[in-house]
């Protein structure tokens, strides 16, 4: 059975401090680590990694993906109260009739305090 | 305007009851999913189709149940057989080839 774990699940931070959201996986036919962002509704979607080593980028958020220790970080720099949400990662299925399927950690709670 | 829609936003039924939750797109994705989400959780998946007319349980798909007759609709009915009914219901869509998936702005359903 596929198995994502986040860590923490929670954290209260003040702005500008940086974080770090970790995310370790087991996932059968492993194609890609995907993050989400969710306020309240729907999550939207911020990174899909796909090849180890390699950092993508986007204004203050940056993740990278490591495919020999199974696991993925999402840091924050200089955080703001509109990053307060619930970070979700997410593995992807390559196989057969799962392909494309997510299997989803338990989320990280973030606050960001003024 | 492209998207997903969920009706309604918030339903409300009593005990015993079977009830449907709507999910459109019109993205054109061939690939539809149904996940719940208890507060403090992650998602979890119920039931995803990647074809017109086909479909696959998820991780918890008990007392749940899905037809894709159409490309651009995945309705999924909530039955009585649902011991724990009450949740935050997510509707997603996945272009064939696309690793991500996009997501609709959900239905919250609450058992009386």
């Known amino acids: 059975e596929d198995k994502v774990v986040q860590s923490p699940l929670s954290l209260v931070v003040h702005e500008g401090d940086t974080v770090t959201l970790n995310c370790s996986y087991e996932?059968?036919?492993?194609?890609?680590l995907l993050w989400y962002k969710q306020e309240k509704k729907a999550p939207t979607f911020l990174f899909m990694l796909?090849?180890?080593?390699i950092e993508k980028k986007s204004g203050r958020l940056s993740s990278i993906l490591d495919k020999k220790e199974l696991f993925s970080i999402l840091n924050i720099t200089a955080t703001q109260t509109g990053d307060s949400a619930v970070y979700l990662c997410?593995?992807?299925?390559?196989?057969?009739?799962?392909?494309?399927?997510?299997?989803f950690g338990q989320g990280t709670i973030l606050t960001v305090h003024p | 305007d492209g998207g997903i829609t969920q009706s309604p936003k918030y339903l409300f039924r009593k005990e015993g009851q079977n009830v449907t939750l709507s999910c459109e797109q019109n993205?054109?994705?061939?690939?539809m999913y149904w996940y719940r989400q208890d507060p403090g959780q992650g998602l979890r998946l119920i039931y995803y189709?990647?074809?017109?007319?086909?479909?696959q349980k998820g991780d918890i798909a008990e007392g749940y149940s899905v037809s894709r007759e159409k490309k651009e609709s995945f309705p999924l009915t909530v039955t009585s057989a649902q011991k724990n009914p009450t949740a935050f219901y997510l509707c997603?869509?996945?272009?064939?080839?696309?690793?991500?998936?996009?997501f609709g702005p959900g239905t919250r359903l609450t058992v009386l």
């Open positions: 997603a869509s996945r272009p064939f080839v696309a690793g991500e998936q996009f």
């Open positions: 996932v059968t036919n492993f194609r890609s």
């Open positions: 796909t090849s180890s080593g």
């Open positions: 997410a593995g992807a299925n390559a196989g057969g009739t799962s392909y494309g399927k997510l299997t």
């Open positions: 993205l054109n994705h061939d690939a």
């Open positions: 189709s990647q074809i017109v007319n086909d479909f």
